[in-house]
């Protein structure tokens, strides 16, 4: 019951239940006609995107509305939720690594490796290319990590 | 299903001697063991716990009828039950009966309302 995961119903529960059941295209395509208008109702959608990892419903969404910074609490979405298929997308298309790849991120980047095993290559992948960023602490936090 | 739903406007409207009407009409009759299930909270809580809004049996007799009415397609008993209760779990299959029937109005309805978690379904 997708109902359980939310604390209020709002318009990215009716769309995650349009994404996981066998929605007519047209009863789907009316429903975001008239719910997801406002820049808001899509950021709440995207939001939800990303804690479920939904890729290919992120590709299929225009993205005109979003702007650079929720672009990056998205991102930051992702990493908590073991959404990497997403995180990657927004990581090649949406940020500038060099320098948006802040000790913050590294931060819940290395709080993710501690608490979940999923897509630890794509994680390392991250903390190579960002080793620069990473300051002496966060470095003995690192090795305490492995 | 009919005596069902009347004995949940019953309910909803306070009317204990039409309880009492439909309860000798059931035990004549070969009910549904949902419409027993009903009597039974009735006889138990009594209406008025019944159809206090905020008691525990008050959301599980409302989502009992809920879901029935829902399956059945009656809007005007689910849309009665969507508009008085403030915490409510819709199951999957409300959302998409929700859609399909592009009822936006009740859709707008549930953005106000709070998720529950009750161990019904």
């Known amino acids: 019951m997708k109902s359980s995961t939310y604390r209020k119903y709002n318009q990215a529960y009716y769309e995650e239940i349009v994404i996981n059941n066998e929605i007519e295209s047209r009863v789907a395509q009316n429903y975001r006609e008239r719910f997801l208008v406002t820049a808001e109702d899509i950021y709440i959608v995207f939001e939800m995107y990303c804690k479920e990892d939904y890729d290919d419903e992120f590709l299929r969404t225009p993205k005109g509305e979003i702007n650079h910074k929720q672009f990056i609490d998205l991102f930051i979405i992702c990493l908590r939720n073991d959404s990497f298929k997403i995180a990657i997308l927004i990581y090649t298309c949406f940020l500038n690594p060099a320098e948006d790849m802040t000790p913050r991120l590294m931060d819940i980047l290395m709080n993710t490796i501690r608490e979940s095993v999923q897509f630890h290559e794509q994680k390392l992948f991250y903390l190579h290319q960002h080793f620069d960023v990473l300051s002496i602490y966060q470095m003995n936090t690192l090795i305490d990590i492995y | ?82 508009r008085q209760l403030r915490m409510i779990q819709l199951r999957d299959a409300d959302a998409i009966h929700f859609l399909t029937k592009r009822d936006y109005e009740l859709i707008r309805l549930t953005f106000q309302k709070i998720t529950a978690k009750l161990n019904l379904t």
Do not use: W
């Not at chain 2, 009409?25 to 549904?32: I, L, S, W």
């Open chain 2, 1 to 82: 299903m009919a005596i069902f739903y009347c004995l949940f406007f019953c309910i909803y409207y306070r009317n204990p001697d039409l309880v009492e009407f439909l309860r000798s009409y059931v035990y004549k009759t070969e009910g549904y063991p949902k419409i027993a299930r009903l009597l039974e909270m009735i006889d138990i809580n009594g209406l008025d716990r019944l159809r206090t809004i905020g008691e525990p049996m008050n959301a599980i007799t409302y989502h009992m009828v809920f879901y029935q009415a829902i399956d059945d397609d009656l809007r005007v008993v689910y849309s009665s039950i969507l």
